[in-house]
């Protein structure tokens, strides 16, 4: 299977923060025959092993894609939402829906009221996911709840993903199936790693890293890196240094990242792990690009807080528009993600 359609069967699998569960299908369908185990803990971290030795390396991709919960039906059929996940309230409205209910999945629209009837105050401003609603076509709380929604059902945003010019593809739930697809290959592709490799599909990323906070704990790697995608903001709106990389330049070599204006609460990547990553590309001419991202964090800040401290680093895959659910990656970028990892295990694991 190619790149391309193996991220098309991750970005189209649905799991929202907390109900990963097809996700994780997808995955273990893909790596069967190619791990030497694959089980899941009990959050629903899906873990795959191959090699062995008393030195070890996870990498970890999170599941979880930005979703909605049902928080309210009113009397007339209409769903209220909370967010799972930090989802901007201009990307929702007029999105189709997924609520995916014990009878199946019900599918929807997130409404709220036209232009026409918003006072002129109201126009000029942002509406707020407070004033949306899920729209699914019943007429009553009897219909809503006969077609099987109910409070708590995950909702995810319906989208297919396709081709855009060159190696371009758009999508949802890139951030981070994309590290999914790209952790996937990198445990087909290596044969027999000199150490014990553990492949870490994590849950519950969006909503404060917690798939890996007890991934890493349980396992206690050696060293760890997560791979998920970052901000390209190579497009009109933005300018170089607000956000500097750049889709199809290859991939991002993290060092350091956490919240805006201050850094904290993120990672300053180990400084070892970040130059294996850096001589990995160099020995393999693969173009990388390296970043220090204001206002995001990844599954590796959790990682390195775990144990007695584990040197931790982040490799990410450049995507623009993320966190919308039409982000747009690059599939060589993808691809080149894969050869440093590959080579990056060749070499064997830093001298710490
Ligand atoms: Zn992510």
Not at 59 to 62: E, G, M, P
């Given at each position: 299977m190619s790149m391309k359609e193996l991220?098309?069967?991750l970005s189209e699998a649905c799991g929202a923060s907390g109900f990963e569960y097809s996700v994780q299908n997808v995955i273990k369908k893909e790596l069967e025959g190619h791990v030497s185990s694959l089980t899941s803990d009990s959050m629903g971290n899906l873990i795959a092993v191959k090699g062995e030795g008393d030195l070890s390396l996870m990498?970890?991709?999170?599941m979880d894609e930005l979703g909605l919960i049902v928080k309210h039906i009113d009397d007339k059929g209409?769903?209220?939402f909370a967010k799972l996940g930090g989802v901007p309230d201009h990307v929702l409205l007029g999105k189709r829906v997924r609520i995916h209910t014990s009878k199946g999945m019900v599918e929807g629209v997130i409404g709220c009221k036209a232009i026409h009837v918003m006072k002129e105050d109201e126009r000029k401003q942002l509406v707020t996911y407070d004033k949306?609603?899920?729209d699914i076509g019943a007429h009553s709380l009897n219909e809503a709840q006969a077609l099987g929604v109910?409070?708590?059902d995950p909702i995810t945003i319906y989208m297919d993903m396709f081709e855009l010019g060159g190696d371009l593809v758009c999508g949802k739930a890139f951030d981070d199936r994309a590290g999914c697809a790209v952790l996937i290959e990198l445990l087909r592709r290596i044969e027999d790693p000199p150490f014990k490799l553990y492949g870490v599909f994590t849950v519950q990323e969006e909503v404060g890293l917690k798939g890996a906070t007890v991934s890493a704990f349980a396992l206690n790697p050696t060293v760890g890196v997560a791979v998920d995608t970052?901000?390209?903001a190579d497009h009109p709106g933005a300018q170089d240094h607000e956000a500097p990389v750049k889709l199809g330049k290859g991939p991002v070599i993290l060092v350091a990242d956490g919240r805006r204006d201050s850094l904290s609460g993120g990672l300053i990547a180990n400084a070892k792990v970040r130059e294996w990553l850096v001589n990995a590309a160099e020995r393999a001419s693969i173009p990388y690009q390296l970043?220090?991202?204001e206002g995001g964090t990844t599954d590796a800040t959790a990682i390195h807080l775990s144990q007695r401290g584990i040197p931790a680093g982040v490799l990410s895959i450049p995507s623009r528009y993320t966190h919308s659910f039409s982000e747009v990656v690059s599939l060589n970028d993808l691809e080149n993600c894969v050869k440093l990892l590959v080579e990056a295990v060749k070499i064997g694991l830093p001298s710490l």
């Open positions: 991220l098309k069967n990498v970890a991709a999170h209409f769903i209220r949306m609603f899920i109910k409070v708590g970052t901000i390209a970043e220090v991202l």
